[in-house]
C-alpha cells in the first residue's frame, strides 16, 4: 500500500500570512502515460465532513477559493493558502487514488490562527 | 444538489453487528463509485470500502471477512453490514461519492457521518 505522510502535523499562522502543508507518498504517483499525479487534498473543519478541495495534485475543485492551490510532482507535494483567513482553520488531509484499493491518507495537518 | 444522508450507527458489543445505511439524493449509486470512508475519535480519515457502478467491491484489509458492502438500486441506497465488531471499529462511519469528475478514487461527494460505538 502506499503510505501518504504529511508535515508539519499541526502549524499555527498569523492571519493573512501564508500557509504551507506538505505531503509525500512511498511510491510516485505520477501517471506518466497522461503525466497527471493522482492527489487530492481535503480540508475537514471541526463537526463537519471532509470536503474536496483539490485534485490531480493542482486542480481546484468548483467554487474552491483561489488562495488554495496546489503544487508537487511524483512524491512530493504541497497545499499552500496564501493568506489565511479565520475561515480556514481546519484539518487538511492528502490522499493519493493512483492506484487501485486501497485508496490512502495522510494523517493530517492541522490548521490554527497564530 | 446531491445529498448523502447515514443511518444506523450506534452503541454494540464486541463481536456484534450493525447495518449502516446511506441514502443518496441527487446522486445515483449505480452510476458512480460509492465509498465508506471512517474515522476514528481524534484521528486521521482511513478508507473502508468501495462498490463500483460495475459491481465490483474492494475493502481495506482490517474489515475483509467482517464488512460487506452492497447497494439497492431501487432505493438509490448504499450499505454496510458489519460484523464481528471490534473496539477499534469505533469511528464516525461516512458515506462518501464519487462522480469521477477528478478521475476515480477521490471522494467529492459527503454524508455528515454516523458514529459506531464498540464496547462492552
Known amino acids: 500500500d502506499i503510505v501518504m505522510t504529511q508535515s508539519p502535523d499541526s502549524l499555527a499562522v498569523s492571519l493573512g500570512e501564508r500557509a504551507t502543508i506538505n505531503c509525500k507518498s512511498s511510491?510516485?504517483?505520477?501517471?506518466?502515460?497522461?503525466?497527471?499525479?493522482?492527489l487530492a487534498w481535503y480540508q475537514q473543519k471541526p463537526g463537519q465532513p471532509p470536503k474536496l478541495l483539490i485534485s490531480w495534485a493542482s486542480t481546484r475543485e468548483s467554487g474552491v477559493l483561489d488562495r488554495f492551490s496546489g503544487s508537487g510532482s511524483g512524491t512530493d507535494f504541497t497545499l499552500t493558502i496564501s493568506s489565511l483567513q479565520a475561515d480556514d482553520v481546519a484539518v487538511y488531509y492528502c490522499?493519493?487514488?493512483?492506484?487501485?484499493?486501497?485508496?490512502?491518507f495522510g494523517q493530517g495537518t492541522k490548521v490554527e490562527i497564530k | 444538489e446531491v445529498r448523502l444522508v447515514e443511518t444506523g450507527g450506534g452503541l454494540v458489543q464486541p463481536g456484534g453487528s450493525l447495518r449502516l445505511s446511506c441514502a443518496a439524493s441527487?446522486?445515483?449509486?449505480?452510476?458512480?463509485?460509492m465509498n465508506w470512508v471512517r474515522q476514528a475519535p481524534g484521528r486521521g480519515l482511513e478508507w473502508v470500502s468501495v462498490?463500483?457502478?460495475?459491481?465490483?467491491?474492494s475493502y481495506v484489509d482490517s474489515v475483509k471477512g467482517r464488512f460487506t458492502i452492497s447497494r439497492d438500486n431501487s432505493k438509490n441506497t448504499l450499505y454496510l453490514q458489519m460484523d464481528s465488531l471490534r473496539a477499534d471499529d469505533t469511528a464516525v462511519y461516512y458515506c462518501?461519492?464519487?462522480?469521477?469528475?477528478?478521475?476515480?478514487?477521490?471522494?467529492?461527494?459527503w454524508g455528515q457521518g454516523t458514529l459506531v460505538s464498540v464496547s462492552s
Open positions: 490522499q493519493q487514488y493512483y492506484t487501485t484499493p486501497p485508496w490512502t
Open positions: 462498490i463500483y457502478g460495475d459491481g465490483r467491491i
Open positions: 511510491q510516485s504517483i505520477l501517471n506518466t502515460s497522461n503525466n497527471k499525479n493522482y
Open positions: 441527487g446522486f445515483i449509486v449505480s452510476n458512480n463509485l
Open positions: 462518501a461519492g464519487d462522480s469521477g469528475s477528478s478521475g476515480w478514487g477521490n471522494f467529492d461527494h
